[in-house]
């Protein structure tokens, strides 16, 4: 859920912290085991929000739904908001820079929060446009995540609070086949590395980009992905649209039978 004014989906519209609030209860009616909250876009066209303006908009958000018991998630690449948030008893910190502040480490080590650590080809803040080949991409994307969870771990992280994220649409490159490639081969990642792997396609550019469709209206193209990913062995889904996807879900395992067969 982005709490934020530009978004590309939805920018503007969870501003409001009531507005948030209710949004945040329909997306967990809908399905959602995890709300994962946002307030500063990473998109190309996104501006730049400070950390304390970050924090406003999160506070009280969080502290509704911590009061009600949900598993929230916050989504910041700043190391003053990740401290926030730790303080305030968040279950997940997701970082589209793959927490790369080797001072926070030792703080990092002694939360409980598990760790979404995401490769992204700008290595720092907003998604850019970088164009890197289809046949390059999985060779950055493993040797990232050897240096990172490296440095992680050494530093006293545990392994096992590590969720990895290969990144999507323009945090791979601009080549739309690049998204697919490693949407294709996430089973070597999970192979590679032996933790839960988490992907983010919702209403993605890659996904328009094949289809012609705005944001607005690429559910489908979101769906068909989002299966994809999870018969490909993807743990997390991170998604606009949990009833969708809770439904696409359902009718794939019945579909595949009470023994798992197809």
């Keep these: 859920m982005n709490i934020t004014e530009d978004s590309f989906s939805d920018g503007g519209r969870f ?16 399905g959602a085991d995890i ?10 066209a996104a501006k730049p929000v400070p950390p304390d303006a970050e924090i406003a908009r999160l506070a009280p958000v ?19 908001v990740q401290r926030w948030a730790i303080s305030q008893g968040v ?3 997701n970082d589209i820079q793959g927490f790369p502040e080797p001072q926070l480490y030792p703080f990092l080590a002694t939360a409980p929060a598990k760790l979404i650590v995401m490769h992204a080809v700008q290595s720092r803040g907003r998604a850019g446009k970088i164009d890197v080949p289809p046949d390059e991409i999985m060779d950055r ?21 590590l969720v990895l994220d290969p990144g999507m649409g323009f945090f791979v490159g601009t080549n739309p086949q690049t998204s697919f490639t490693v ?24 996904l328009r980009a094949v289809t012609g469709r705005s944001a607005d209206a690429a559910g489908a193209a979101t769906l068909a992905a989002e299966l994809f990913a999870a018969s490909r062995g993807a743990d997390y889904i991170r998604t606009h649209d949990p009833a969708a ?3 696409g879900l359902l009718v794939g395992k019945a579909l595949a039978g009470p023994k798992g067969e197809a």
């Design 35 to 44: 709300l994962d909250l946002g307030a500063a876009a990473s998109n190309p």
């Design 245 to 247: 996807l809770r439904d």
């Design 15 to 30: 501003l409001d912290a009531s507005a948030a609030i209710e949004h945040a209860h329909k997306l967990a009616n809908d």
């Design 183 to 206: 949407l294709r081969r996430l089973p070597d990642l999970r192979s590679a590395f032996g933790l839960p792997v988490l992907v983010s396609v919702s209403r993605k550019s890659f």
């Design 91 to 93: 279950d997940y910190l």
């Design 62 to 80: 969080v502290a509704a739904l911590k009061r009600e018991g949900r598993a929230i998630s916050v989504d910041s690449f700043s190391p003053a």
């Design 141 to 161: 994307i493993k040797s990232f995540f050897d240096q990172r969870i490296a440095a992680l771990t050494r530093a006293g992280v545990a392994r096992d609070r």
